[in-house]
């Protein structure tokens, strides 16, 4: 399985991204999926997860403002990011089970 993510770049404060994560390969739809970040200095964080049946999960800082879906017949998870904010830069991987893709930069400029 390889998973090409897309959709990062430079926002500003209070502004919006998706980011998109396609997968190719071997898939399995039951698979939970998500999103991941990493800013400069810190350790991975888990930003938002999605299982097959629907089911979310979402950090804290993200909750109102992040959201996530999946969609099965075109092997892609999206991040919807609103009312972004400086703490919110990082490289954002996406997963699928175990499978991490290669991460996108988002930078929120103040």
């Known amino acids: 399985v390889q998973l090409q993510a897309s959709g990062g770049g430079l926002v500003q404060v209070g502004g919006s991204l998706r980011l998109s994560c396609t997968a190719s390969g071997s898939i399995f739809s039951g698979d939970v999926r998500g999103w991941y970040r990493q800013a400069p200095g810190k350790q991975h964080e888990l930003v938002a997860l999605?299982?097959?049946?629907?089911?979310?999960n979402y950090l804290d800082s993200v909750k109102g403002r992040f959201t996530i879906s999946r969609d099965n017949a075109k092997n892609t998870v999206y991040l919807q990011m609103n009312s972004l904010k400086p703490e919110d830069t990082a490289v954002y991987y996406c997963?699928?089970?175990?499978?991490w893709g290669q991460g996108t930069q988002v930078t929120v400029s103040s």
């Open positions: 999605m299982g097959s049946d629907g089911s979310t």
């Open positions: 997963v699928f089970g175990r499978t």
